[in-house]
Structure formats: structure tokens, C-alpha cells
């Protein structure tokens, strides 16, 4: 197997396994208010350390189920904005279909993603406070472009190295020793 084809599959898996993240994490905004519902009884179950130990992420998770709850009932149509969520995040995961086909020419996608890894970190830093979004929270927000930037720069890194080997001069390219 050539170095091209082998950096070639390991920047596809590398990408398979960010898009498989987007999709799942896109699908799991559709029944937010079922999984906040869920949460809530898994962490307060009696074999549960959470109320004990993390009281205030208890609270957090109780005032967000009871918020959603809230909204379900009496403006439903609000939570369409998480169904946008959703959908944001499946079209952007299709995005990625471009490197996995050509990723030399398709190096923009990677670096568009890095970006907004990037600006998930100032979105949480404003808009929390904004939202009275406990900080703790927004750490873990902020976690989500920390890292999905790691696999995206690797394979950023390994696209500069297939590139340079497709722009390398075919005298610079061994040839077999013939039989």
C-alpha cells in the first residue's frame, strides 16, 4: 500500500469518526425534552451520588427540565429552535462528505470547522453570562470545540502531507525495482 493510500484511509476514518460525533450529537437535539426528563430521573435516582456530591449540577438539571417542561406546555413552538439545531448539525456533518471524496481540494471544509470550533469558545464566554448559564456550563460548552478541533487539525495535518506528496515531482517518486 502507497503512503498516498494510506494517509488517504486514515484521513477518511479520522473524518468518519467527526461526522459520526455531528450526526449523534445533532439527533440527540430532537428529543431534548425526553432526554432532559431522563437525566433528571437517572441522576436523582437513590443509587445516585449526584444530588449528594454535584448539588448544584442537580439544580441545573432540574431548572432546565422544568424550563423545557414550561416551554413544551405553553410555546411549544419554541422548541423548533432546537429542531434548527439539529438540522444545523446534520447539514454541516454532510459537509464533510467533500473532504472524505477529495481531501486536498476540499481543505476548506476542515479549516471552516476549525473556525467554528473556535467560535464556540466566545459564544460561550457572551452568551452565557447573557443566559444566565451557570459558568461551569459553559465550560463544558466550551469543551465541545476544544475537542472537536483535535481531530479535525489532525487531519488538517495529514491532508498538508497527502498534498505535498501529490505535488512532489515524479522523479522524487521511487520507482519498483523490476523483476
Not at 413544551?72 to 467533500?98: K, Q, S
Not at 491532508?159 to 523483476?179: C, D, G, Y
Request: proline share 8%.
Amino acid at each position: 500500500m502507497s503512503e498516498r493510500h494510506a494517509l488517504t484511509r486514515r484521513i477518511r476514518r479520522w473524518l468518519v469518526f467527526f461526522i459520526v460525533c455531528l450526526v449523534l450529537s445533532g439527533l440527540t437535539a430532537f428529543p431534548l425534552v425526553t432526554e432532559l426528563r431522563w437525566a433528571e430521573d437517572l441522576l436523582s435516582a437513590s443509587a445516585s451520588p449526584v444530588p449528594e456530591h454535584l448539588p448544584g449540577l442537580m439544580e441545573w438539571i432540574t431548572r432546565v427540565r422544568e424550563g423545557l417542561d414550561t416551554i413544551e406546555r405553553d410555546t411549544p413552538f419554541m422548541l423548533y429552535g432546537t429542531d434548527w439545531l439539529a438540522f444545523a448539525h446534520l447539514v454541516i456533518a454532510v459537509a464533510f462528505y467533500g473532504p472524505y471524496r477529495d481531501p486536498v481540494r476540499n481543505i476548506w471544509v476542515i479549516e471552516f470547522g476549525m473556525i467554528a470550533c473556535a467560535g464556540i469558545i466566545p459564544l460561550a464566554l457572551i452568551c452565557g453570562p447573557i443566559r444566565d448559564i451557570p459558568f461551569w456550563w459553559s465550560v463544558i460548552d466550551m469543551s465541545f470545540g476544544v475537542f472537536g478541533v483535535i481531530p479535525l487539525l489532525i487531519v488538517w495535518r495529514m491532508i498538508k502531507r497527502l498534498e505535498a506528496l501529490e505535488q512532489a515531482p515524479a522523479s522524487e517518486t521511487p520507482v519498483p525495482a523490476s523483476a
